[in-house]
């Protein structure tokens, strides 16, 4: 009796949550080949000839984007260790906070416009994200998200072998049987293989839906969970001459110097260097040495 009321809510949760996953799961893969498709696809605009002179620094590069775009803001600011990449820049749109990614020059400073592929990986975002309606379609995605733990879990009950130690219980697909008795071995081999990847994925991506589910997984993992939108705080004085930037500048990491300089950008560290407008300037900037990253402190 138990095992068929969750097979039924297996196969309810398939043909719904199912549909919802698939598109989710489609348009991810598409995401994964953000950069090798917008590359191909814009040549030219994302590369540029690598020039025996150095890059121009960040605060060179803000400027000369500011001359050319000044009614516009500044989000985001993507720099590459390689020579050959181009500057990404993402500016401010009046029609909602993500913006526009165009690219610099690293050399000269010129823009050199926008990648064919930007809006088109934008609506395969939105598809990913919301389905393209906003509001209700993140909280589609989010409990079709949340229902895939169901889904994997009651697809593991449903297939639990009276030997579990036996690896041929798991994984052997007969390729004897025929119609639906096949079709069912097929489904179960395949749904055990990707089990582990499904709860993967619904744990990572049910954080960018619930509050409640990125606060318990910053409780399992026994970190402080990051404020939004908090005032920065003031430096506390220190014991030597220099007060408070003495007791900063010791607290920091040793790989760091602080810039107390005024700054229209930080920098943060994500696999590139990574530039975003500061809310509020000046603040102390950690730059790390061996790594080219630096962060708002």
């Not at 150095?54 to 500044?74: K, T």
């Not at 592929?117 to 934008?122: K, Q």
Request: proline fraction near 7%; hydrophobic fraction near 45%.
């Amino acid at each position: 009796m138990m095992k068929r009321l969750w097979f039924q809510l297996h196969w309810f949760f398939g043909i719904t949550a199912g549909l919802v996953l698939a598109v989710v799961g489609l348009t991810g893969a598409l995401l994964s080949y953000d950069d090798e498709l917008t590359r191909a696809l814009s040549p030219g605009v994302m590369t540029v000839p690598v020039r025996d002179t150095a890059p121009l620094p960040i605060p060179a590069l803000v400027a000369r984007v500011h001359e050319a775009v000044p009614d516009r803001r500044i989000l985001l600011m993507m720099v590459s260790r390689s020579p050959e990449d181009a500057v990404g820049v993402r500016l401010s749109t009046g029609d909602g906070p993500r913006g526009e990614t165009y690219f610099v020059d690293p050399y000269t400073g010129q823009m050199l416009g926008r990648s064919k592929a930007d809006v088109v990986f934008r609506f395969i975002m939105d598809i990913h994200r919301f389905l393209t309606i906003d509001g209700i379609g993140k909280q589609i995605t989010a409990a079709a998200t949340l229902l895939l733990f169901l889904l994997a879990l009651s697809g593991l009950y449903l297939r639990w072998p009276r030997r579990i130690g036996n690896w041929r219980a798991w994984l052997h697909i007969d390729f004897k049987k025929r119609g639906r008795p096949f079709l069912w071995n097929l489904h179960a081999v395949v749904g055990t293989v990707v089990l582990v990847p499904y709860l993967l994925s619904a744990t990572t991506g049910l954080y960018w839906s619930y509050d409640w589910w990125r606060g318990m997984l910053f409780s399992i993992a026994g970190v402080e969970q990051p404020v939004r939108n908090r005032p920065a705080q003031a430096p506390k004085a220190g014991d030597g001459k220099k007060g408070g930037r003495g007791r900063v500048a010791k607290a920091g990491n040793p790989r760091c110097r602080i810039l107390r300089r005024p700054l229209p950008t930080t920098w943060a560290w994500s696999g590139i260097v990574s530039a975003r407008a500061c809310r509020t300037t000046p603040r102390p900037m950690c730059v790390r040495r061996k790594s080219l990253a630096a962060r708002c402190r």
